[in-house]
């Protein structure tokens, strides 16, 4: 997975803000990769454009070595789908849900997984995750670091090769953020590239790489 | 993805807003059951109205004024216009029906009956035996009230005439003689027997309960020998020279072919009962006026209920694109969650509209005043809202769903 010489740019109020400059950046799997930065600094759009959700205005994005740079909506849904998973700060889970509902969910659009094999799979991703005695809890009779579990556990379901995480102990206490933390450094042995946003500096004693953003230009700080 | 993955994955977002999803789709059903119960009420009504012009054979009678012509010419005349549509001519209005006395051997029968010939034109609805095949045949009101009054609608005192179907009954007339100084004298008493073959619904077929239809031919007899006998031509020209000539038409529709070719042939005409269909028409306004309200206003909430539902739905919609699902696939979900609301709600609609007819129709069955008016039950304005309200949600579903709220939502 490999960013060349990516650039973003808004139009605000006929003024042009330029959010990203120049970034590159290669990552490799087995690996947990921070990136630190201050509000403002343009991580989230670093990650909306990792996460296929948003385009670059220019540069390339390579995966897997093919430029998937301008690809249409629904290419990249597939993508999404089968390749990466989010984390975020706010969990997104549907609170009308069970965690097992709630994690089941990606399982429709994976045309490898039959039905009544849903059910089983995020039993056992949940159970994984340690969250076997909470699969019929709803993300309200959970704790925060219960519901980034599930969050996380969503988001690993498809068994995706990248996982993105944008500030996921931003709502956690500090044993919680070191449990999260433990659990994307030990996701990433899996043969995995786990991206991690954060300003926590926790952070840092779990990362392979670090990198910091500042004014939109990405540097490596720390190998 | 399978259709029952799209059913479930809409299901959960129904469970997501069950409160919403439980207005949305009560509204929907309060609509649902209005149209219905519209169009049925309207249906009824001109249904009945179809129905009274077609079965009181009154309303398919022309009178043709003879002024100073000789009755037996005027009618000769019509008749050798030979004008379609015109199934008897009566001589005037006192040959159109006879009262009668009626008995039978049990003698559990007797009282009163009108007699009406069967001629082309009259309809009732038969609901036990079978129909006039020949002279002396006759087919009943399936009720009889014993007495002298024959038209009291209390069914408990009522006789099942369908248990005389086979059988014979009597009726008993006399012809008098009249004198210009007022006296009268019995000329004939008669006393005919008829075979009850069958009995009509008298309700449905808009008579009183003691009713009866004989063939044709018997008919003629019966008024022929019922008629008064006068002490001389001129008084019998007297006593009917106000009378017009009745011409009774096949169905109420060619009422005004008829009428227009008498007028043609130069004959002043004139309807024996005036029939006044305006609260029908002004009911079927009502109806579409309220229909097409309702269309329109569910437009407007179905609208108000998407767009909230959008609203309150962003991280579900943000949700389905972290993880993959595809914009159209998330427009599918959308549209098939609010079209299992609207078929629920078209489903319990459908449901409960039979039930309230029935109740409406015992009340009515049960009132005298209503027996008649037959409750009729109309799927169209359901059918057509379910439609109408589908394609509201897919073409509402696709606006919200472009690509410029897509990418708002990211």
């Known amino acids: ?223 | 993805m399978k259709i029952t993955d799209i059913l479930s994955l809409s299901y959960l977002n129904i469970k997501t807003s069950k409160f919403k999803a439980f207005i949305y789709g009560l509204i929907l059903f309060f609509f649902f059951l209005l149209l219905g119960l519209l169009f049925s009420g309207s249906k009824t009504i001109s249904s009945f109205a179809d129905r009274y012009t077609n079965t009181d054979f009154h309303y398919k009678v022309a009178m043709v004024d003879i002024g100073d012509a000789k009755r037996e010419d005027v009618i000769k005349e019509i008749e050798s216009l030979n004008i379609p549509h015109i199934s008897k001519i009566f001589s005037s209005n006192i040959d159109i029906f006879t009262t009668t006395k009626i008995s039978n051997v049990e003698n559990d029968i007797n009282g009163i009956v009108e007699l009406y010939g069967n001629y082309q034109g009259i309809e009732y609805v038969l609901d036990s035996g079978r129909d006039i095949e020949e002279a002396g045949e006759a087919v009943c009101a399936s009720s009889f009230y014993p007495g002298l009054l024959s038209h009291v609608n209390d069914k408990s005192e009522m006789i099942d005439m369908k248990t005389k179907v086979g059988k014979d009954i009597f009726i008993k007339y006399t012809q008098y003689k009249s004198f210009f100084n007022g006296e009268t004298i019995d000329l004939n008493t008669y006393n005919v027997p008829l075979k009850v073959v069958g009995t009509f619904d008298w309700e449905k077929s808009l008579t009183g309960s003691n009713a009866c239809y004989v063939a044709e031919e018997t008919f003629d007899e019966i008024i022929k020998t019922s008629r008064p006998v006068y002490e001389n031509a001129e008084m019998e020209e007297d006593k009917l020279k106000d009378l017009d000539i009745l011409v009774l038409v096949d169905k109420y529709e060619n009422l005004p072919i008829v009428l227009d070719e008498l007028q043609k042939n130069g004959y002043e005409t004139s309807l024996y009962y005036k029939l006044d269909l305006t609260p029908v028409v002004v009911i079927e306004k009502v109806v579409t006026y309220l229909s097409i309200s309702i269309f329109i206003g569910s437009v407007f909430i179905v609208y108000q209920f998407i767009k909230n539902t959008y609203r309150e739905n962003v991280n579900q919609i943000k949700l389905y694109k972290f993880i993959g699902y595809k914009k159209k696939l998330i427009t599918l979900i959308f549209i098939v969650q609010y079209s299992l609301l609207t078929f629920i709600s078209f489903i319990t609609a459908s449901i409960i509209l039979p039930i309230i007819r029935l109740i409406v129709s015992n009340i009515f069955y049960n009132n005298p005043n209503l027996s008649a008016l037959e409750i009729k039950l109309s799927y169209m304005g359901v059918n057509l809202y379910l439609i109408f309200v589908t394609l509201a949600i897919i073409i509402i579903f696709f606006r919200f769903m472009s690509k410029k709220n897509i990418e708002k939502w990211s």
């Not at chain 1, 599930?150 to 090769?161: E, F, G, S, T, Y």
């Open chain 1, 1 to 223: 997975m490999k960013l060349e010489h990516i650039y973003k740019e808004y139009n605000l109020n006929s003024n042009k803000i330029i959010v990203l400059k120049d970034v590159n950046i290669e990552f490799k799997p087995n690996n947990f990769y921070a990136i630190m930065g201050r509000s403002g600094s343009g991580k989230s759009t670093l990650v909306n454009i990792l996460g296929l959700l948003d385009e670059a205005s220019s540069g390339n994005y390579y995966l897997n070595e093919k430029n998937i740079s301008s690809l249409s909506a629904d290419a990249k849904s597939d993508i999404i789908a089968k390749q990466i998973g989010f984390v975020f700060q706010s969990f997104y889970l549907n609170n009308s849900l069970t965690a097992l509902e709630n994690v089941m969910l990606p399982l429709y659009i994976n045309k490898g997984v039959k039905k009544e094999e849903r059910k089983n799979i995020a039993t056992s991703m949940l159970k994984k995750l340690g969250l076997s005695d909470r699969l019929n809890h709803k993300p309200k009779e959970l704790s925060g670091g219960e519901q980034q579990r599930v969050a996380i556990a969503r988001a690993l379901i498809n068994n995706p090769k990248i996982i993105i995480a944008d500030e996921p102990t931003g709502n956690l206490d500090t044993a919680n953020e070191i449990e999260i933390f433990k659990t994307l450094k030990d996701i990433s042995k899996e043969n995995k590239i786990v991206i991690v946003v954060s300003h926590n500096p926790v952070v840092i004693d779990y990362c392979d790489y670090l990198y910091e953003m500042n004014d939109g230009i990405l540097k490596e700080v720390r190998r």
